[in-house]
């Protein structure tokens, strides 16, 4: 989610403002006790017992390397705002929720709400209609696209006034999108089908030359000379885009005159802060969108593997667990798993009851031993500016038996029972009173101790996770930085 706001923001050479303390599960003398309920404005926990309602607040240079974050571009939070603004502190929302009213008060009242030195900020809101309902929503429509489709600028203090000329009157083009089933956006394979079947249909529209129907070249200028843009993105995990990882880069096809450019439509904005409104984070792509070039693309992956991070303790923290971890196994690769429980249950996306879930692990892991035993080839993630971890594949691969590792928000003690009773080695029994006094009293929270998982998973040689989780989709993200090989990292 940060990852998306900061190229929105750099689009417009803008500062993102981010929430100063999002929620967690466990307590701390240090953060304020709240009802999560009350915090977020969900009745999920409403039922439940009140001791499992409550959630504390930490901030957010708990969560996340602000100083790292600030090196890619300057980012301020939610009570830095505040402050700037002149506003109360104890006006933000615990939800993070962006409060159009609070947030504007003027600090001083008898100066013109219209002063914008003077009187409240301004505000303009993206609503989240105009964001994707309906087009294909990427970062900027390039010039040599315009051209193509006829793109007019309109009037460039209006929302969303360009537009693209209408060509469907060309019986190429009409064939192909009927070919493409008439889809905004295609898989970059089923373009190349729907090609090979246009110059066969109709061999005169590609011209008179032999097709050269092997070359992605020659692909990508049919489909644009008929309407057709290839645009650049991530490949999500098991058919769908729960994960957010930046590891698989990928190409579709969308109809041009669906494309719609985030700095065409909104660059006209001058207003002091721009919020974009509800929910952008479901079935969407990495980013909230996609790139309309190869290079826009690698900038969003670097900001996200390099700089949307953790603080270097929790990466410390993990290289001691690795070890730990290798040395249980009398010094050999070891193998890991995310099982996510918790609200996963609840909607029906878990892997079954816990025990089910176990034995899936065990299967999958079993696979990624005889993967690790066996001679294959090694391809690493495409992740530029990446220090590969020459530490861990020299190690001898894991064997039939051997303890692993597992992340799960499971909290029933009977469930966590078996599964370190079936080969499980959870965060708590690698942890020592050394580790937790020198990592300080963040590792006391629940989330702080999943972003030490998260790092601990990545350096597992062979790792599985849940193809509806985001956790797992950071693992990859940290396996990747690592120098980890592709087929050692699965997601279902």
């Not at 001791?51 to 300057?74: A, D, H, K, S, Y």
């Not at 089923?190 to 070359?215: C, F, K, T």
């Not at 996510?340 to 089910?356: I, L, P, Q």
């Amino acid at each position: 989610m940060l990852a998306h706001v900061h190229m929105k923001c750099m689009s417009f050479d803008s500062l993102p403002i981010i929430p100063h303390s999002p929620a967690s599960s466990v307590c701390a003398d240090e953060a304020p006790m709240l009802n999560k309920g009350d915090m977020v404005g969900w009745d999920n926990w409403r039922e439940l017992p009140i001791e499992q309602q409550m959630g504390w607040q930490i901030p957010i240079q708990m969560m996340i390397n602000i100083t790292q974050l600030r090196r890619f571009q300057p980012v301020i939070t939610t009570a830095e705002y505040l402050k700037y603004a002149e506003l109360p502190s104890a006006l933000e929302t615990t939800s993070g929720y962006w409060n159009r009213s609070a947030y504007y008060q003027p600090p001083n009242p008898y100066v013109s709400h219209g002063d914008r030195t003077l009187g409240k900020p301004t505000l303009f809101v993206i609503e989240n209609a105009w964001y994707d309902s309906e087009v294909t929503r990427v970062d900027t429509v390039p010039d040599t696209m315009k051209e193509r489709g006829g793109w007019t600028a309109g009037n460039s203090s209006v929302v969303q006034a360009s537009r693209w000329e209408d060509r469907d009157s060309d019986t190429a083009q009409l064939l192909l999108k009927s070919l493409l089933l008439d889809k905004n956006v295609v898989e970059w394979e089923e373009a190349q089908s729907a090609v090979r079947d246009l110059v066969v249909q109709m061999p005169e529209s590609v011209g008179a030359a032999p097709p050269n129907l092997e070359s992605d070249e020659f692909i990508e200028e049919v489909l644009n000379q008929n309407g057709w843009e290839v645009l650049y993105t991530f490949q999500g995990a098991a058919g769908m885009d729960f994960v957010k990882h930046v590891v698989m880069p990928m190409r579709q096809v969308a109809q041009r005159t669906s494309i719609r450019g985030f700095i065409e439509d909104y660059r006209h904005v001058d207003a002091d802060v721009v919020v974009l409104a509800g929910e952008t984070h479901l079935y969407r792509k990495p980013g909230q969108m996609r790139f309309t070039t190869r290079s826009m693309r690698e900038l969003f992956q670097d900001l996200v593997v390099h700089h949307v991070v953790p603080l270097d303790k929790v990466y410390e923290l993990a290289r001691k667990l690795d070890f730990r971890m290798s040395a249980i196994n009398n010094g050999r690769q070891w193998m890991a798993s995310h099982i996510r429980r918790g609200d996963f249950v609840d909607v029906g996306w878990a892997w079954g009851n816990s025990h089910e879930g176990h034995q899936r692990v065990m299967q999958h892991l079993d696979e990624g031993r005889k993967l690790l035993q066996s001679e294959h080839r090694h391809t690493a993630y495409s992740i530029p500016g990446i220090t590969p971890d020459t530490s861990i594949p020299q190690r001898e691969p894991p064997a039939q038996g051997d303890k692993f590792f597992v992340a799960t928000d499971e909290s029933d003690p009977e469930k966590l029972a078996y599964f370190s009773e079936n080969g499980a080695v959870l965060f708590h029994d690698l942890v020592t009173f050394e580790d937790r006094h020198e990592f300080g009293w963040g590792v006391l929270f629940s989330d702080i101790i999943g972003l030490v998982e998260q790092a601990t998973l990545a350096r597992a040689s062979y790792f599985y996770g849940s193809a509806m989780s985001s956790f797992t989709g950071g693992v990859f993200n940290m396996r990747a930085v690592l120098g980890a090989e592709e087929v050692t990292g699965l997601a279902d």
